[in-house]
């Protein structure tokens, strides 16, 4: 299954895991362990089902009874017809009959769930040129009218920019959010809001920002000095969730020792109070943990994934 020259691969002594966490009990549960196949970015599908990447292709995995801890053999192939290879960015259509993948040549396709098959193209990257565009999405409006999407462009002078764009699913067309010299990514939605992670206030370190209806310019979420990323709301609006990695990282690397931790979601919604962010878990991970809403339906767990390595390696 495993094909070193696509995708990320496990490091010698490596597992790749994914676990459920459940916010009412905050207590997790092991899922998914393998030593061969490295699995990242989960979606929940349903109650029962999760949509994962590896090895540049789509996966399902059905979740297995409490106890029991699947292994590679338990992934589900999801055929992408004219989709040579994805990446982890790859968020669910709010019908929950398709997903739309980032793919490695940078366009966006939809793919047909749960069983796969023709994919519809639906950016052109190429139409930038001789600017080099590439589309990472991260989010979709809950009533599927607009793709957030973080649009990478390497320019003539060889510059590279990530700003934020939401995408019209018919045409492809981006509209800027953001056309600036500060990096920024993983744009999602809560509500009617997008929020995403931001250098704009903190050059050198992320920190996650929102942007409200009708306003033009993002305000601060947090503020301290560990490295925010990848902000994700519940869809009853009453979390956030993020990634947040040690002081002076830079980007959003795989294995480091990060945390996942909790916000109230009015926060997003502008409510000025105090609050100390929550830390859930502390695990090795970053890239692949929590790239792509990870939230179930019914708000009351979230799926993530961690790859920790043998002490002796």
């Known amino acids: 299954m495993t094909d070193p020259t696509r995708g990320r691969q496990l490091l010698p002594g490596q597992t790749s895991r994914?676990?459920?966490?459940?916010?009412?009990s905050r207590?997790?549960?092991?899922?998914?362990?393998?030593d061969t196949v490295l699995v990242e970015a989960p979606n929940v599908l349903d109650a029962d089902t999760l949509v994962l990447n590896a090895d540049g292709d789509l996966w399902l995995l059905r979740l297995p009874a409490p106890g029991t801890v699947l292994d590679e053999t338990a992934l589900v192939p999801v055929p992408m017809d004219g989709v040579e290879e994805i990446n982890n960015d790859h968020v669910l259509d709010p019908s929950g009959e398709s997903v739309v993948v980032s793919a490695r040549n940078g366009e966006l396709y939809r793919v047909p769930l749960p069983a796969g098959g023709a994919t519809v193209q639906l950016?052109?990257?190429a139409s930038a040129l001789p600017v080099r565009r590439k589309f990472y999405l991260h989010g979709i409006a809950p009533?599927?009218?607009?793709?957030?999407?973080?649009?990478?462009?390497l320019s003539e002078d060889d510059v590279w920019t990530t700003d934020v764009a939401l995408v019209d699913p018919a045409t492809g067309t981006p509209t800027f959010l953001t056309r600036d010299a500060f990096p920024a990514d993983g744009c999602s939605f809560a509500g009617d809001t997008l929020v995403w992670n931001s250098e704009?206030?903190?050059p050198g370190t992320a920190q996650l920002v929102a942007r409200h209806p009708g306003t033009d310019e993002p305000v601060r979420i947090t503020n301290d000095d560990r490295v925010n990323w990848f902000p994700h709301a519940s869809p009853d609006g009453a979390h956030l969730l993020y990634l947040s990695y040690e002081p002076g990282v830079q980007g959003h690397p795989?294995?480091?020792r990060v945390e996942l931790r909790l916000l109230p979601g009015v926060l997003v919604r502008g409510a000025r109070i105090a609050v100390v962010p929550e830390t859930l878990v502390t695990l090795e991970g970053g890239q692949g943990t929590v790239n792509v809403p990870p939230w179930a339906p019914d708000?009351?767990?979230f799926a993530y994934c961690d790859y920790p390595?043998?002490?002796t390696t």
């Open 18 to 24: 994914v676990h459920v966490y459940d916010v009412v």
């Open 27 to 34: 207590a997790s549960r092991l899922v998914f362990a393998s």
């Open 123 to 125: 950016t052109d990257a």
């Open 143 to 153: 009533d599927g009218s607009a793709l957030a999407a973080i649009v990478g462009e």
């Open 200 to 202: 704009v206030f903190t």
């Open 254 to 256: 795989a294995d480091h």
């Open 299 to 301: 708000s009351t767990w």
């Open 309 to 311: 390595r043998d002490a």
